[in-house]
């Protein structure tokens, strides 16, 4: 399969718009949350989104994100796509430069 994460054709209809989604981080690591939310972002299937291990460290998130309050964010770029994290479960990616 094709791995088209690294474009910026954000959004199933490829309008390049914001794709957000609410988590709850007890229950959806935010490494998965993350995997999810580019999958659906770039319509690709989960296993074509390149490993998030390069840009951040999973484990780290996972630790992180759990812990922070509400309007704690953390943000960061994979493959062309900027990756909005919040303390209270909401998620985004847009393309850089949006």
């Avoid at 709850?24 to 993350?34: K, L, R, Y």
């Avoid at 299937?45 to 953390?74: C, H, N, Q, W, Y």
């Avoid at 960061?76 to 990616?93: E, I, M, N, Q």
Wanted: hydrophobic letters at 35%; proline letters at 7%.
């Amino acid at each position: 399969m094709e791995n088209r994460s690294s474009g910026v054709n954000v959004g199933v209809d490829g309008t390049g718009e914001r794709i957000s989604r609410e988590f709850d981080w007890s229950e959806t690591p935010p490494s998965v949350a993350v995997v999810r939310l580019l999958s659906v972002a770039t319509n690709s299937d989960p296993t074509a989104i390149d490993p998030l291990g390069e840009t951040v460290d999973p484990d780290a998130l996972d630790r992180l994100l759990p812990s922070m309050d509400d309007g704690s964010k953390l943000e960061f770029t994979h493959r062309r796509l900027s990756v909005f994290l919040h303390g209270d479960g909401t998620a985004a990616v847009e393309p850089t430069g949006n």
